[in-house]
C-alpha cells in the first residue's frame, strides 16, 4: 500500500505557474508508475500526466502538453507536476496516483492508489 500526499495547490491568476508535489510513503518509490488526473466541479476525473518508473518516460494529455512537466524524484519519494501558463480550465482538484503496473499508465483503472487531492483554482 502507497500512502500519497499532493501539496502545492492554491489560487493564482492565468498565466501563472504553480508547482505541485505528491510525497510517497513507501518503501520502494522506483516499483511505482505514477501519474496526475484531475477533477473539475461537476465532471468526470481525467488524466493528466503520467511518468514510468525510472522517470524516463512520460505522457501528456493534449490539453497540457507544451505547459505541464511531470517529473519525480526517487530518492526522495517524491513527484512533481510544473504547471506553466495556467487558464481557467485548468481549475480542479489534482489528484496523484501510484500504479503498480509496468509502463506509462494513462488510465484511472490502473492505478490502485490515490492521494486526497489539492485544489488547483486559476481566475481570468
Known amino acids: 500500500q502507497v500512502q500519497l500526499v499532493e501539496s502545492g495547490g492554491g489560487l493564482v491568476q492565468a498565466g501563472s505557474s504553480l508547482r505541485l508535489s505528491c510525497a510517497a510513503s513507501?518503501?520502494?518509490?522506483?516499483?511505482?508508475?505514477m501519474g496526475w488526473f484531475r477533477q473539475a466541479p461537476g465532471q468526470e476525473r481525467e488524466f493528466v500526466a503520467a511518468i514510468n518508473r525510472s522517470g524516463g518516460n512520460t505522457y501528456y494529455s493534449d490539453s497540457v502538453k507544451g505547459r505541464f512537466d511531470i517529473s519525480r524524484d526517487n530518492a526522495k519519494n517524491t513527484m512533481y507536476l510544473q504547471m506553466n501558463n495556467l487558464k481557467p480550465e485548468d481549475t480542479a482538484v489534482y489528484f496523484c496516483?501510484?500504479?503498480?503496473?509496468?509502463?506509462?499508465?494513462?488510465?484511472?483503472?490502473?492505478?490502485?492508489?490515490w492521494g486526497q487531492g489539492t485544489q488547483v483554482t486559476v481566475s481570468s
Open positions: 513507501v518503501r520502494t518509490f522506483s516499483n511505482y508508475a
Open positions: 496516483a501510484a500504479s503498480s503496473w509496468v509502463g506509462t499508465q494513462i488510465i484511472a483503472a490502473r492505478y490502485n492508489n
